[in-house]
T-cell receptor
Framework: RKEVEQDPGPFNVPEGATVAFNCTYS??????FFWYRQDCRKEPKLLMS???SGNEDGRFTAQLNRASQYISLLIRDSKLSDSATYLC????????????FGGGTRLMVKP | EAQVTQNPRYLITVTGKKLTVTCSQN?????MSWYRQDPGLGLRQIYY???????DKGDVPEGYKVSRKEKRNFPLILESPSPNQTSLYFC??????????????FGPGTRLTVL
């Protein structure tokens, strides 16, 4: 079983749609959580951190459920430029700065 | 401009021919790391370094070496490359290795093909 699991997609949605991605992690000692975005053939870039109380950044909302070991990302009013792969990332703070990446979920926003 | 650079960006080589992929960051970050990315397997950590002269194995260290003689540089060495090391490699750095993770900055990637 992978430590961080994501549905690989692709999720094909029209512009303006709301789309949600989920991610589950197996290491109960994980303490920090992130969503990274990766464009085709490019490097990953931090989209947002995920806090216990949930957090929002513009059209993006991240939620964390520690009891279920589950993280989500909601994108509202999808734009063509949101097309990318979204990587769920967890960190065990007791293991230095080592990040564990999910396989990513591919999103394609169509006109 | 704050950045992580990698060289070369693309490399085609043959089995057994030693190669080095360089990584350099100009942000005075303590922590640096190497990942490989393969279809269906995602990003997997090869080696990481918490500071100068401190390196440790990640999830997939076999067939790789690293060194951290200076804070800014973290080269990845393949002493005897094999075809199963064909992959997309990313170097990353971040500050403050001990506490809650800060953002990891990734280099642009090195696409390696071993024939």
């Amino acid at each position: 079983r992978k430590e961080v699991e994501q549905d690989p997609g692709p999720f094909n949605v029209p512009e303006g749609a709301t789309v949600a991605f989920n991610c589950t992690y197996s290491n109960s000692a994980s303490q920090s959580f992130f969503w990274y975005r990766q464009d085709c053939r490019k490097e990953p870039k931090l989209l947002m951190s995920v806090y216990s109380s949930g957090n929002e950044d513009g059209r993006f909302t991240a939620q964390l459920n520690r009891a279920s070991q589950y993280i989500s990302l909601l994108i509202r009013d999808s734009k063509l430029s949101d097309s990318a792969t979204y990587l769920c990332v967890v960190k065990d703070n007791n293991a230095g700065n080592m990040l564990t990446f999910g396989g990513g979920t591919r999103l394609m926003v169509k006109p | 401009e704050a950045q992580v650079t990698q060289n070369p960006r693309y490399l085609i080589t043959v089995t057994g021919k030693k190669l080095t992929v360089t990584c350099s960051q100009n942000m005075n970050h303590e922590y640096m790391s190497w990942y490989r990315q393969d279809p269906g397997l995602g990003l997997r950590q090869i080696y990481y370094s918490m500071n100068v002269e401190v390196t440790d194995k990640g999830d997939v260290p076999e067939g790789y070496k690293v060194s951290r003689k200076e804070k800014r540089n973290f080269p990845l060495i393949l002493e005897s490359p094999s075809p199963n090391q064909t992959s997309l490699y990313f170097c990353a750095s971040s500050s403050d290795s001990g506490r809650v993770a800060n953002e990891q900055f990734f280099g642009p990637g090195t696409r390696l093909t071993v024939l």
